[in-house]
């Protein structure tokens, strides 16, 4: 087996992932997995540059994760930035200061090189699951774009282990396209330096047309209404999925692969359109870091499933990361 460690820097949080990985049999064996909310894109949308402050906040997350990799004994590392890195004209500053504390470039990669990593990741394990019908479209809501990826995989001789190539998940459209929560909330929710909330009718009509269009245009590249299984990606979806089954703290394992209605889903973004800022931060599986942004991601989790008339989604913990650190094997 391999160590490897991935870190995911995106609008809204950077996240690490140590594990040993074995290409042969297709095992990932987890040894650390964690995130912090750095907030790395707040403003981008407006200002078309990282904030100073946000810059900083990420730099301190990298040194705790150097540290963390150093003292698991990682043998490779890959660090990939994805939207705000993207977007932002000051994006050199950011690279430079990821060198200093990790020794690595960061690889500011495109929509859709982000939309394969995450579709490798979520769906490695789910090949041959006897109640999970292909194809899968995976959707990465992230801070400040969602990600869409409709795939199935290569029929598997007898012969082949899982690590073969004709095993592995097959990517058939990807699209990524500038909708988030961080995005959405940033430019219809905040108003005088202020979140709105909760936010008015004409706001959440706003964040709907925003992401309508959204859809309509990965639906030029991606045709997502042939699905047969949606799978959801990242915080938006997990917490979802967490505020969905009541649970007291968050649970990955109970996260993990969960299903959750879309009746289920649409009670609960109502519910977070509604609500104050405190009785959120009251709910006990939100992260402080994703009070003021979830009822915008929440909101595109549900128009999805409105879209392609989806009865549920598989929700997986499982995502970039994992698919960073099979790049790596």
């Known amino acids: 087996m391999k160590r490897v460690a991935a870190v995911d820097c995106g609008t809204n949080s950077i996240r690490l ?9 297709g095992e990932l064996k987890e040894l650390d997995r964690r995130m912090q909310i750095v907030r790395l894109g707040q403003g981008v949308d407006r200002t078309g540059w990282l904030a100073p402050e946000a810059l900083e906040r990420t730099f301190a997350a990298c040194r705790e994760y150097a540290a963390v990799i ?5 043998e ?11 977007d932002a004209e000051n994006r050199a500053d950011f690279v430079r200061g990821v060198v200093d504390i990790l020794g690595v470039e960061p690889e500011v990669i495109t929509g859709d090189q982000e939309a394969e990593f995450s579709f490798t990741g979520a769906t490695k394990e789910l090949t041959g699951h006897p109640h999970i019908e292909l194809p899968y479209l995976v959707v990465d809501i992230g801070g400040g774009s969602t990600e869409f990826v409709l795939g199935g995989a290569h029929p598997s001789p007898a012969t082949a282990l899982p690590g073969d190539a004709a095993h592995r998940s097959t990517v058939r459209a990807a699209r990524s396209v500038d ?19 909760p936010p008015t009718a004409d706001q959440i009509a706003a964040i ?17 209404t042939e699905a047969a ?10 917490t979802v999925a967490a505020i969905a089954q009541g649970l007291d703290h968050y649970d990955s394992a109970a996260i993990h692969h969960s ?4 009746a289920a889903v649409r009670e609960i973004t109502e519910r977070l ?11 006990p599986v939100m992260h402080p870091g994703r009070v003021d942004v979830i009822a915008a991601g929440a909101l595109v989790l549900l128009s999805i499933m409105d879209r392609i008339d989806a009865d549920e989604v598989v929700v997986s913990e499982h995502d970039i990361l994992d698919g960073i650190a099979w790049s790596l094997a």
């Open 17 to 25: 992932l140590v594990a040993d990985v074995d290409p042969t049999t």
């Open 70 to 74: 150093k003292n698991l004994g990682a």
């Open 76 to 86: 490779h590392l890959r660090f990939v930035a994805t939207s705000a890195s993207r």
């Open 179 to 197: 909708v988030g929560c961080v995005r959405m909330t940033e430019r219809h929710l905040l108003h005088d330096g202020h979140i709105t909330d």
């Open 208 to 224: 709907k047309a925003d992401i309508a269009a959204a859809l309509d245009h990965a639906e030029e590249t991606v045709p997502l």
């Open 229 to 238: 299984t949606l799978v959801g990606l990242a915080g938006s979806v997990t």
């Open 259 to 262: 299903r959750i209605s879309r």
């Open 273 to 283: 359109l509604t609500s104050t800022h405190a009785e959120r931060a009251a709910i």
